[in-house]
C-alpha cells in the first residue's frame, strides 16, 4: 500500500455504514455493525502482509503454501471507542498481539494528555496498526502514533471507520508515512468537532452512555 488513504467503497461496507449512521440503529446494531465492517478495513489495511512459504503436504502431494512471514504484527486500539474494531480484527488475525493507548483532551489546552499506555514489546519489528473508529480532528490520533513511534514503531497503519478532511490533512502532515484506511471521508467537522454528517459519539453509541 503506497497511497497515503484508501476508502474502501465495497458495496456491502457501505451499505451497513449506511445502518450505522441512523440514529434509530440500536446499540447491539451498531456494535455488531462496526465488528462486520472492522474486517472489511482490516482485509485492506492487510493486503500487503509480508508474505514466504512453507513446504506442506496436502493429501495429494507436497507443496510450498504461502504463509505470513516475520513478527506477529501488533493492533492498538486507542481508546475507547478503538475496542469496538478491535475484536473483529484480532478475529481476523488472532495471533496478533494488542496495546492500547488511552488519551484524553485537556479542556484548557485542547492538548491530549495520556492515561494509558500498554504495547506489545518489539514494535520497531512489528506492522503495527492503530485503530480508532473516528478520525476527526486528528489531534488524538497523531499523538497516539507519535507515542508508538517513540516506542520504536516504523511500520504504522491506521485503520478508521469515518474520517474527516480536517484529520486526514493532519494525519498528513504530521505522519506522512502511516496509511490510513476508512470506510468513507465525509464533509467536515461542527464547531463541537464531531464529524458532519457522521454518526455521533462512536463511544457513546457502541456502548449507549449517553
Ligand atoms: N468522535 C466521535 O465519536 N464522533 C465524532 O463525530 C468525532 C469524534
Known amino acids: 500500500m503506497v497511497k497515503h488513504l484508501t476508502v474502501v467503497d465495497h458495496p456491502l461496507v457501505q451499505h451497513k455504514l449506511t445502518l450505522m449512521r441512523k440514529k434509530t440503529t440500536s446499540t ?70 494488542v496495546g492500547f493507548v488511552g488519551l484524553y483532551r485537556d479542556e484548557e489546552t485542547l ?23 473516528m478520525l476527526a480532528t486528528g489531534n488524538s490520533s497523531a499523538a497516539a502514533i507519535e507515542l508508538l513511534k517513540k516506542s520504536g514503531a516504523k511500520n504504522i497503519r491506521f485503520l478508521c471507520l469515518l474520517a474527516a478532511p480536517e484529520g486526514i490533512k493532519r494525519m498528513e502532515e504530521a505522519h506522512p508515512d502511516v496509511p490510513i484506511v476508512t470506510a468513507a471521508v465525509d464533509s467536515h467537522l461542527n464547531s463541537n468537532g464531531y464529524i458532519v454528517p457522521g454518526l455521533g459519539d462512536a463511544g457513546d453509541r457502541m456502548y449507549g452512555t449517553k
Request: aromatic fraction near 6%.
Open 28 to 97: 447491539v446494531e451498531f456494535r455488531q455493525l462496526l465488528r462486520e465492517i472492522s474486517q472489511f478495513l482490516a482485509y485492506e489495511i492487510t493486503r500487503n502482509l509480508p508474505m514466504t512459504t512453507r513446504r506442506i503436504e496436502t493429501p495429494i502431494e507436497e507443496m510450498d503454501a504461502p504463509t505470513l512471514d516475520g513478527k506477529k504484527l501488533a493492533l492498538i486500539s486507542i481508546l475507547r471507542a478503538g475496542n469496538g474494531l478491535l475484536d473483529g480484527v484480532l478475529e481476523l488475525v488472532p495471533s496478533a498481539r
Open 111 to 133: 492538548q491530549p494528555i495520556q492515561y494509558y499506555y500498554k504495547v506489545p514489546h518489539g514494535l520497531k519489528n512489528r506492522m503495527v496498526i492503530a485503530v480508532d473508529p
